[in-house]
């Protein structure tokens, strides 16, 4: 299992970035890709167009934000993952950190590029976006 981490500043509240990971409409149109999301503890997910599962395991409003994670890439015989997302008001906006744990042996890489190409720059952009 491989573990990974990362981090970045955003120019928005604690409060849009946590409801932007939980928000069907909002995560749709930052990643550019269906999602489907129960935004509630024991709540399912279904994002990237299918790609991306799992179950909401904690939800600390406008600050933590855990689930079980997989995508169609995981052997069958892997367990789910574990993303913890944290978000702390930083500077005047928020920092989100973001780690992903059991990951498949070999797959982190590939996650770890994703997590940046996927999900970090296109949600700067949305808030960027969203100022002018």
């Known amino acids: 299992m491989e573990d990974l981490k990362l981090s970045a500043n955003f120019q928005a509240s604690a409060k849009n970035l946590y409801d932007a990971w939980l928000s069907s409409n909002i995560h749709s149109d930052f990643t550019g890709e269906n999602a489907e999301i129960e935004p509630r503890i024991g709540g399912k997910f279904n994002v990237a167009d299918g790609y991306i599962t799992g179950t909401n395991l904690v939800l600390q409003p406008y600050g933590r934000i855990v689930q079980s994670w997989r ?16 978000i702390e008001k930083h500077n005047s906006g928020a ?6 744990s ?14 940046k190409d996927h999900y970090l720059k296109p949600l700067k952009k949305y808030f960027q ?3 002018k």
Do not use: C, V
Not at 95 to 100: D, Q
Not at 102 to 115: A, H, L, N, T
């Open 102 to 115: 059991m990951i498949p042996e070999g797959q982190k890489s590939m996650y770890q590029k994703g997590w």
């Open 129 to 131: 976006n969203k100022k």
């Open 71 to 86: 995508t169609t890439e995981f052997p069958d015989y892997a367990p789910d993952s574990r993303l913890e997302i944290l």
């Open 95 to 100: 920092k989100l950190t973001l780690i992903h």
